[in-house]
């Protein structure tokens, strides 16, 4: 009978053969023909941290040290991986209390359980070692370190911009940049971001399932190394720049100073301004709300984008323009009896001077009547057709001269201007309805036009170099000291024959030493230079002065606006000449007029 | 044919042959596991080396191998004379174990003889009640045809298998069920495989499925034979007892899972049939598992440079979960070998077995040969994601001195007995 049984053994061995082909057929499956389980195990183990390299410095023009990075730490988080941590050390380690723990876990969860995201901002040095240190213990935490700018000189801030966490419409844009990056907001931070940043590197390291890392995944041969920022060197000054800062504090308005055989910018101020470290670390939030809600306004940039009427320095236009368009000569002389009549009783005035003038004194003297007349005949010139005609010519002259148009520097935040078009003039007094003398206001810089600050100092190179300039811009090379940047190296044309410039450099030149700006004339230096004063609907004048100097192969143009102070030549022609002397002198000697600058507050009434 | 003089035998060196590599690869594979990368060294004689589990398996291994010296030389008849002697003694062990053992993470099972030394009984007592069952079924005059011989085979068999389960540990217990295929092969109706098989069936089924629609099927089927079927009275009893009793099999199957089965059993449970993906605990095990092997892919990542096993994720990876890390780092290729090895094992050993003259050595054989195969297929079924989460280690490979004693006594003792076989008169 027991032998019957003995052929239950195949049975038997065929179970075991079935199972074990069945783990066959199994295994290959997971193993060879599906993919996934090793991109989890990778998932499980190898984790890609970013690397992010230092963001490139930027110099003045002396090497002296503008921008510089410092490092912090943020403490990141991944929800999902957050497993029995004692919430109340990592509390006491972060000197946070557990309610804000608790709310900032519950964001980091509802960002992403997966994703990292920043648990806190910027640990504090002094905290970075023992958190460190303790980190192990709480799976799911890490620390991300990044770098953030600092400023050795309380300069320069409008120029020099700002960075801040990127938006998330960037993000979209951009697929460079994750939730977290940092990136140039405002200034040349902003203009030369992708010069300055460098290029993220990546390592993959492997950690274990109790988040502690384990070493560079093979050996990093996946990793990409970080690439360092280019640095930046600029034209700027950093001296002057800090000069100029001292002689606006008070006051409102700009200095904008330009070196026009490049139109590398030397300084560039705007008052009131702010210390560029506020906008930095951990009370950035804060800052920034006080600076905003500041009446006065330190985060306008006035040199960029405040629009002022030229005033008095817009006739210096006028008579390049009435040069080249043939109606205005250098023996031109119109006269003047105290204004220029207007019709129906009223009078553009002017003030006391000697009569007729010619083109270079009514520069030097700054003649209203003179202007209004040239203006005339600029824009009724019989070769055109009808005054609209002669207008746009007018204007177009005007626009080739830097006006009603951004001029293109590396500083992102420019505002065109207005010069306004004969649409304008045809709305308010009906089409082919207007002349000149509807308009007069445009021949002394007055009226619905404005200009910036920056316009104003490239007219000066106009002047300088006799008919062209370089884009303004501020940074003069890329990477290393010998290394130009390769953007505006182009000269641009104005249109307007360099022969008529002579008269205007003379002109200006009389205006210092014997003319409106006689207060700022110096004996070691020929400098010149035009007021203005530009009448202000909203309040008193603004005080306005162009300069350069030497006037032998101009080395500096500085364009200075100060609010609501009055007459040009009292508080702008100072200032204007007192960079310049500090420029090519390296030292001031005028030091009653110095303090006189430094100490003067304008008194301004906010609404 | 000559008579073997020498009182050793003459050893199946094949049999020996896969235990020795068997055992070398779960060397290899557990000092991988415990291999930390950074220090990266490969022979870490150092002080440490045998505090750590590859420095420990060493001892369990060569401890084993003094085992298996013994058991060749000792008198082969030994083994079924003190069967009983044997079996007793594990009885008494067990129940010492449930007053006296060490707890450890829920389960009473590991007795503590000095220190740091301590065994699992359980797993000697597979090997005792193997004897146990092989003497009492080889005694003359016992027929398995008979039903008092059926009911203290089972007992036998049950006795152990239950104290286990007092012990919070079940999983070991299930093992005990292996010993079915050795009562089959002694004469017990296949028709009980077939039924354990369709209860296993019903089991997943009822769980899975809606409740009433595998009823409805049942009815379906039912309906059918009874169409096809002669009309004959005892047949239709036959078959409506049948549907009865599946049903009522069907509606306990939910009563029994939530109320009779411990909460982590349950999940196990639930993870496998997909039921529920909790990958924070049984779900994670399992998870984990299928990711280190699944990342194998075809030749594996390379002896030491598995990072799933090496870096925590796999938890009991040098116990339950030893094929990991064969998986991972010696990918398909690997996994294949070591069950080819597996396989070739446990079909010699049905060959060994059925060239016994003893009945004795036969049946222990058997015995040998099912629990093997028992650990093999839940083990591995396990850690590919074919079988619930039971914590049973795979023979030779998984860490543990109470595992690797239990197995190399085991498979020695038959070893030696099909090493004298023809002595026997």
Known sequence: ?607 | MRESHNFVGKIDWITVGIYLVLVIIGWLNIYSTVYNVQQGSFYDFSNDFFSQKSGKQLIWITTSFLLAFIILIIDSRFFSQFAYAFYIIAILTLIGVLFWGSETSGSRSWLVIYDDIRIQPAELAKVATNMAIAKYLSTINIRMEDIKTKLIAFSIILLPALLIVLEKETGSALVFASFIFVLFREGLSGNILIILFLMVLLFVLALVMNVFLLIGVILALALLVFIFMRRRRKEIISLISIVVLATSFILSVEYVVENILEPHQQKRINVFLGKETDLKGAGYNINQSMIAVGSGGLTGKGFLKGTQTKFNFVPEQSTDFIFCTIGEEWGFIGCAVVIGLYVVLLLRLLYLAERQRSVFSRIYGYGVASILFFHFMINIGMTIGLAPVIGIPLPFLSYGGSSMWGFTLLLFIFIKQDATRLQIL
């Open chain 1, 1 to 607: 009978m027991k032998k019957r049984y003995s052929e239950r053994r195949y049975i038997i061995a065929t179970i075991i053969i079935v199972v074990s082909v069945l783990f066959i057929l199994r295994l290959f499956y997971i193993q060879v023909i599906d993919k996934s389980f090793q991109k989890m195990a990778d998932n499980n183990a190898i984790r890609e941290l970013t690397e992010y390299p230092a963001r490139g410095l930027i110099y003045d023009k002396n090497g002296e040290l503008l921008v510089y990075n410092e490092a912090v730490y943020d403490l990141m988080v991944i929800p999902r991986e957050v497993k029995n941590i004692d919430t109340a050390e990592l509390c006491r380690l972060l000197n946070i209390p557990i309610d804000i723990f608790n709310k900032r876990m519950l964001a980091a969860r509802n960002y992403s359980p997966y994703v990292s995201s920043i648990f806190e901002r910027q640990i504090p040095k002094e905290m970075y070692g023992f958190v460190q240190e303790k980190l192990y213990k709480f799976p799911g935490f890490y620390i991300q370190a990044r770098t953030v700018r600092k400023y050795p000189l309380p300069i320069a801030a409008h120029a020099l911009g700002s960075i801040g966490e990127v938006s998330q419409k960037v993000i979209e844009e951009d697929s460079y940049y994750a939730p977290g990056d940092y990136i140039g907001l405002t200034g040349i931070e902003k203009y030369y971001e992708k010069v300055l940043r460098g290029r993220k590197g990546r390592k993959k390291v492997m950690f274990d399932a109790f988040n502690r890392a384990k070493g560079r995944y093979m050996n990093g041969d996946y990793d990409i190394p970080a690439v360092e920022g280019l640095n930046l060197y600029t034209y700027m000054d950093a001296k002057l720049q800090e000069y100029g800062e001292a002689l606006m504090k008070g006051k409102r308005g700009s200095i904008v100073a330009i070196d026009p055989t490049t139109g590398g910018i030397l300084a560039i101020v705007s008052s009131p301004g702010y210390d560029p470290n506020l906008l930095v670390g951990r009370n950035r939030g804060k800052n920034f709300k006080a600076l905003i809600e500041d009446q006065s306004k330190p985060l306008f940039d006035r040199a960029l984008m405040a629009q002022y009427p030229p005033g008095s320095t817009f006739k210096l236009v006028n008579a390049l323009i009435g040069q080249q368009e043939g109606v205005l000569f250098p023996d031109t002389r119109y006269s003047c009896s105290g204004g220029f009549p207007l019709g129906g009783g009223k009078v553009v005035r002017c003030h006391g001077h000697a009569s007729p003038l010619d083109l270079k004194q009514s520069i030097q003297v700054s003649c209203n009547t003179y202007y209004c007349k040239a203006f005339k005949d600029i824009i009724e010139n019989k070769k055109y057709k009808n005054t609209r005609e002669g207008f746009e010519a007018w204007r177009s002259h005007v626009i080739d001269m830097g006006f009603g148009q951004k001029l293109g520097s590396d500083l992102p935040n420019e505002l065109p201007g207005n010069i306004p078009q004969a649409e304008v003039y045809d709305k308010i007094h009906g089409k082919n309805k207007w002349k000149a003398l509807s308009i007069i206001s445009l021949a002394i810089g007055q009226g619905e036009i404005g200009i910036t600050p920056l316009q104003l100092a490239n007219l000066g190179a106009i002047i300088a170099n006799k008919g062209w300039y370089y884009p303004p811009h501020i940074v003069k090379d890329i990477g290393l000291p010998d290394c130009p940047n390769p953007l505006f190296k182009k000269k641009i044309n104005t249109g307007i024959d360099s022969s008529y410039f002579e008269i205007i450099k003379e002109g200006m030149l009389d205006v210092v030493e014997a003319g409106t700006g006689f207060g700022v004339r110096m004996t070691e230096i020929k400098a010149c230079g035009k007021t203005g004063t530009a009448q202000n609907p909203h309040g008193a004048n603004h005080s306005l002065f162009l300069a350069f100097a030497p006037y032998d192969n101009p080395k500096i143009v500085v364009s200075v606006v100060v609010e609501n102070a009055g007459y040009g030549a009292t508080w702008a022609a100072p200032i204007a000449s007192l960079m310049m002397e500090y420029y090519i002198l390296g030292k001031v000697s005028r030091k009653d007029m110095e303090n006189r600058i430094i100490n003067g507050v304008i008194k301004y009434s906010d609404k």
